[in-house]
């Protein structure tokens, strides 16, 4: 086995984000080298990697030039130039997840269509090239709401995802390729972390459970383990392996599904890296997901990923009537609490609803903990000077 721990190994990340930044906390913690490329001079990971590049992330020579510096090259977001990394591959630089596990997610059409040709059970949906072929559907009536609309590329955090209900909604709706899926009715939506290395070695974490926001289309509670039946979350975890060896992935890839009333579980989409649904594990588990994720690309033994305690996060996200230099109210007040730990991401200026943080809360009884985050939630207040 190679060397990485105190050594001129070298581990690059594209994208310089949070995701990043708490990977960073464990490649510290192990000792090794690591080069970070980024588009903001202000990169929460910029404080913490050995070397920081600034750079566009789809630009082909910055990723390619950036790549050949580095021994082993993973992501933090997807939105990287999939070429340069594919002709990185070949120059023999490991890429993982890799060039093209990541093509078939990028695009949540490509997406979609690889669930239906592996057999892989989703809502159905039916791809649009734009929003002109769309509202003729609609018209025609061969498209009929309500629908969920998902723009195919560039969507994150409740962005280029609407719930198609009247026809005033059809204003929501961008330009450019798009999904229209089938309004599912649903009792959960659940989501399942899969580690998996290149010697084939996969695990799986426990099932969480997703509370959202009401009007933000963001994920509000992550609750661990999620409230369901055994056989429900054996089936979800066992869909997710599934997932990921379709996929052939290597690194972390998270599942969002959904829990139907039927309890059919429905894989809604994936992300190949850390993932906000796996934040609560920081505190909660054996090897939390950025050790994993670290463990996983270097292709080392995987970590226990069971849960030493019960374990919810609550996303800390701008005020919606704030923008500007932020400033975390009530913050002494949530460090009082028992059990409770927030993380700052390090963001200097906050806006509505962009992410900000995260907090977490342990305990033996989920209960408990779930009645703390509402406490931790209503508390603390991400708002501007």
């Given at each position: ?253 998270a599942v969002e599904m959904f829990q139907t009333e039927n309890d059919e579980i429905l894989v809604n989409e994936v992300a190949p890296r850390p993932h906000n649904s796996g934040h609560y594990s920081i505190e909660a588990s054996f090897t939390n997901q950025f050790e994993q994720q670290v463990r996983a690309i270097l292709d080392l033994p995987l970590g226990n990923t069971e849960s030493k305690v019960g374990g919810i996060m609550v996303n800390l996200v ?68």
């Open positions: 086995m190679r060397n990485y721990f105190s050594s001129d190994f070298k581990l690059g990340i594209l994208g310089g984000g949070q995701l990043g930044k708490m990977m960073l906390y464990e490649t510290r913690k192990f000792d090794i080298h690591t080069h970070v490329l980024d588009p903001s001079p202000e990169a929460p990971c910029r404080i913490s990697c050995n070397y920081f590049e600034q750079g566009d992330l789809m630009d082909y020579d910055t990723v390619i030039n950036f790549g050949r510096k580095v021994d082993v090259l993973t992501f933090e977001i997807e939105g990287v130039n999939t070429d340069a990394l594919r002709q990185l591959e070949k120059e023999g630089i490991k890429t993982w997840p890799s060039a093209d596990t990541l093509d078939k997610i990028q695009n949540k059409a490509i997406q979609k269509k690889f669930y239906k040709e592996k057999d892989i059970p989703t809502a159905e949906f039916e791809v649009f090239d734009n929003k002109e072929e769309l509202l003729i559907a609609v018209e025609k009536g061969t498209l009929s709401l309500p629908f969920v609309w998902k723009s195919a590329t560039g969507g994150y955090d409740g962005k280029g995802v609407a719930v198609i209900k009247t026809r005033e909604d059809l204003d929501q709706i961008t330009k450019g390729e798009c999904i229209a899926e089938s309004l599912v009715p649903f009792k959960n939506e659940l989501a399942v972390i899969v580690a998996r290395n290149p010697s084939g070695e996969i695990r799986t974490y426990p099932v969480v459970e997703m509370e959202f926001h009401p009007t933000a289309n963001q994920v509000e509670y992550v609750i661990c383990p999620a409230r369901i039946e055994e056989k429900v979350a054996e089936n979800a975890r066992k869909l997710a392996e599934k997932v990921s060896e379709a996929f052939n992935h290597v690194g972390l890839l701008g005020d919606k009537d704030y923008e500007g230099e932020v400033v975390y109210e009530n913050i002494e007040k949530i460090l009082r609490m028992d059990g409770v730990t927030p993380h700052i991401y390090g963001k200097k200026l906050t806006r509505p609803f962009r992410k900000m943080g995260h907090v977490t809360i342990v305990n033996k009884d989920l209960a408990e903990a779930r009645r703390v985050a509402e406490e931790v939630k209503n508390s603390i207040k991400v708002i501007s000077k």
